[in-house]
T-cell receptor, first 113, second 113 residues
Framework: DSGVTQTPKHLITATGQRVTLRCSPRSGDLSVYWYQQSLDQGLQFLIQYYNGEERAKGNILERFSAQQFPDLHSELNLSSLELGDSALYFC????????????FGPGTRLTVL | AQSVAQPEDQVNVAEGNPLTVKCTYSVSGNPYLFWYVQYPNRGLQFLLKYITGDNLVKGSYGFEAEFNKSQTSFHLKKPSALVSDSALYFCAVRDQAGTALIFGKGTTLSVSS
């Protein structure tokens, strides 16, 4: 158990819909990262927050957004969903920046029908 | 731009034999290099990292990696493979100016008994 929790574990929804994925980092970790894992794209970095502020942005679509709240939990919002958004979404946390070990949550499997 | 390549989709070894999982990188300046492992239906787990110093880095579960600047490589090694080492292995890189980790596509390691 990494100490990072993600909810829900599975999510099935339809095209055009909007969903919210939630992540609670390990106690004491200030950074939260979101990744998307799919068979064709591999593991793609989406976005990083550090202590409530956006720190780095990767291959995140404009339809996707994220935020980190004062209690350091984070949410990833995916809107206008398309079939191609079906993937495993991981949250990870670390004490500080990307040179620190990242602890990954179990992931949320999103299926868009 | 920074990038990382894992030239082998799959590596097969017999239990007890040494294993190598290859990784090459491209960054501006000095690289920061990482190895993570993903077991089925789990998030990624940190194995080891190279930031600076000794080119041979020792990590978790008996794994080690050798940083070779001239060949821009960071191959993962283990002297004696276990069946339980069977998993998906990811190499990742970050450059000094960057903030995000870039992950390779992953290499599936299969250890047969």
């Amino acid at each position: 158990d990494s100490g990072v929790t993600q909810t829900p574990k599975h999510l099935i929804t339809a095209t055009g819909q909007r969903v919210t994925l939630r992540c609670s980092p390990r106690s004491g970790d200030l950074s939260v990262y979101w990744y998307q894992q799919s068979l064709d794209q591999g593991l793609q970095f989406l976005i990083q927050y550090y202590n409530g502020e956006e720190r780095a942005k990767g291959n995140i679509l404009e339809r996707f957004s994220a935020q980190q709240f004062p209690d350091l939990h984070s949410e990833l919002n995916l809107s206008s969903l398309e079939l191609g958004d079906s993937a495993l979404y991981f949250c990870a946390s670390s004490v500080g920046d990307t040179l620190d070990e990242q602890f990954f949550g179990p992931g949320t499997r999103l299926t868009v029908l | 731009a920074q990038s990382v390549a894992q030239p082998e989709d799959q590596v097969n070894v017999a239990e007890g034999n040494p294993l190598t999982v290859k990784c090459t990188y491209s960054v501006s300046g000095n690289p920061y290099l990482f190895w993570y492992v993903q077991y089925p239906n789990r998030g990624l787990q940190f194995l080891l990292k190279y930031i600076t110093g000794d080119n041979l880095v020792k990590g978790s579960y008996g794994f080690e990696a050798e940083f070779n600047k001239s060949q821009t490589s960071f191959h993962l090694k283990k002297p004696s493979a276990l069946v339980s080492d069977s998993a998906l292995y990811f190499c990742a890189v970050r450059d000094q100016a960057g903030t995000a980790l870039i992950f390779g596509k992953g290499t599936t390691l299969s250890v047969s008994s």
